[in-house]
């Protein structure tokens, strides 16, 4: 079958190099027709299957996942791979879509990690008809709901960051290593940029209280947390209590004078101490 060849594009071609065209114009003719019915409202479209180009038309996510601390690591270079690869409209299935419940305090680091992405849902399909929901561990429930809260206030500056990708093509969830070269920003796979401004470093280890991060050089970074500056271009150990995983926003070059707030603090007022 992948051997026939059809015609498009003026050309024949082999069928096989065609089927992630099916994907890409699914998701096309559903924005199209969901702008056609609502041509006042901006079009919302989730697909599960895609290919580069799907990003003018929809949003993805990383496909189902199993629930296990090993996933919840693994899924932050999987979501700066796909950003790079031209889906930066993207996430994961938080708390693992298929697996075992995840257990408290698994489920709130996988919340409190995916409330910085672009897509975030608690989406699961578990044996016997159990499903992740964000009230189903009442010892942790007060940390999941400051997360979500914290995600709300949050949608303008994802909004911000959608809005520029779509017009320049530039992704949003980016490893360290796209703007620093060193080595050991090579190896920084597990904490990723959003946008320029903002630093996200996730706890994928259990029982961590704290979490060695290596900060981009060239500038000061900021812990939205504590409020302590630090130089960038050096790894560090920060606190990264159950509350919270560590952020960071980035202030002024190294060269200049560290000023009270960052600019991301001044445009945005996010009250990140506030969601503690």
């Not at 038309?57 to 950003?83: C, E, V």
């Not at 997360?147 to 949608?155: G, N, V």
């Not at 500056?157 to 980016?174: E, K």
């Not at 004078?257 to 506030?274: Q, V």
Request: hydrophobic share 40%.
């Amino acid at each position: 079958m992948t051997t026939q060849s059809v015609t498009g594009f003026g050309q024949p071609f082999r069928l096989g190099l065609g089927r992630p065209l099916q994907t890409l114009l699914m998701a096309r003719a559903s924005y199209e027709a969901i702008q056609e019915y609502k041509p006042d409202e901006t079009p919302f479209v989730l697909t599960r299957s895609a290919c580069p180009g799907v990003q003018r038309y929809a949003q993805t996510w990383s496909g189902d996942n199993y629930t296990s601390w090993h996933t919840l690591k693994w899924n932050i270079p999987m979501g700066t791979g796909m950003s790079l690869s031209g889906f930066p409209n993207v996430g994961h299935d938080v708390g693992g879509f298929h697996g075992p419940l995840p257990d408290p305090e698994l489920f709130l680091r996988w919340v409190q990690a995916g409330i910085f992405m672009p897509r975030f849902a608690i989406h699961s399909w578990k044996a016997g008809g159990n499903v992740n929901e964000p009230w189903m561990y009442p010892e942790v429930l007060p940390g999941i709901r400051k997360a979500i809260k914290l995600r709300y206030q949050l949608i303008p500056y994802l909004n911000s960051l959608m809005q520029a990708s779509a017009a320049s093509g530039q992704p949003y969830v980016t490893p360290v290593l796209l703007e620093d070269l060193s080595a050991d920003a090579l190896n920084a796979n597990f904490e990723y940029l959003l946008g320029d401004e903002l630093l996200i470093a996730p706890v994928y280890e259990p029982e961590a209280r704290t979490r060695r991060i290596y900060l981009p050089c060239n500038h000061y970074w900021r812990d939205l947390y504590t409020g302590e500056w630090h130089s960038g271009g050096q790894t560090i150990d920060v606190p990264a209590p159950l509350e919270y995983i560590p952020v960071f926003a980035r202030g002024p070059e190294i060269i200049y004078e560290r000023p009270s707030l960052t600019d991301f603090e001044r445009r945005w007022n996010i009250d990140f101490k506030g969601a503690v």
